[in-house]
T-cell receptor, first 112, second 113 residues
Framework: NAGVTQTPKFRVLKTGQSMTLLCAQD?????MYWYRQDPGMGLRLIHY???????AKGEVPDGYNVSRLKKQNFLLGLESAAPSQTSVYFC???????????FGPGTRLTVL | GENVEQHPSTLSVQEGDSAVIKCTYS??????FPWYKQELGKGPQLIID???NVGEKKDQRIAVTLNKTAKHFSLHITETQPEDSAVYFC???WGTGFQKLVFGTGTRLLVSP
């Protein structure tokens, strides 16, 4: 049982490049989340999913897109990276509202 | 929407002392309050949580208290150890059937031997 895994762990992009971050969970959780963490600002919700095939916007969705084609995977895409998207990205999953969110190890992204 | 404020931003204590971190929330409908510990280079990990129908919860050296009237909740760590050094985040969520957490800005706890 690997829990929540994220790929890649580190990435450096140039402004305007695109990339996809992959989150995978093997706990059969229904809900999945993408957060970004910036110094002094805690974690902010980018997008989330309440089930396979569904996605919704969080607090800071601009510049990102997501997809949940399979229950165990939640993808975060940056179509045209900007320096303001330099951050650490965390994925989380949740079984139901009586449980707690389980976080992945994070992806450190730098946009030059 | 919900807003969570967390204090202090940094806290330094001597090993064996107690540490207290406080959070306030704005939405009286919030009903779930977890605390996460984040070690360097890792993702946040739940250490304790409390729901709105409970005033206090303990787990060994860690306790959380909730004051719904004042809309604040606190994390208490007793007999601190160097391995307690980390960043701690509080969060709040409301509703049923789905959990949407709003996080505080974090407290960096340093426990000196």
């Amino acid at each position: 049982n690997a829990g929540v895994t994220q790929t890649p762990k580190f990435r450096v992009l140039k402004t305007g490049q695109s990339m996809t971050l992959l989150c995978a969970q093997d706990m059969n959780h229904e809900y999945m989340y993408w957060y970004r963490q910036d110094p002094g600002m805690g974690l902010r919700l980018i997008h989330y999913s309440v089930g396979e095939g569904t996605t919704a916007k969080g607090e800071v969705p601009d510049g990102y897109n997501v997809s949940r084609l399979k229950k165990q995977n939640f993808l975060l895409g940056l179509e045209s990276a900007a320096p303001s998207q330099t951050s650490v990205y965390f994925c989380a999953s949740l079984l139901d509202s009586t449980d707690t969110q389980y976080f992945g190890p994070g992806t450190r992204l730098t946009v030059l | 929407g919900e807003n969570v404020e967390q204090h202090p931003s940094t806290l330094s204590v001597q090993e064996g002392d107690s540490a207290v971190i406080k959070c306030t929330y704005s939405d009286s409908a919030s009903n779930y309050f977890p605390w996460y510990k984040q070690e360097l280079g890792k993702g946040p990990q739940l250490i304790i949580d409390i729901r709105s129908n409970v005033g206090e919860k303990k787990d060994q050296r860690i306790a959380v208290t909730l004051n719904k009237t004042a809309k604040h909740f606190s994390l208490h760590i007793t007999e601190t150890q160097p391995e307690d050094s980390a960043v701690y985040f509080c969060a709040a969520s409301w509703g049923t059937g789905f959990q949407k957490l709003v996080f505080g800005t974090g407290t960096r706890l340093l426990v000196s031997p």
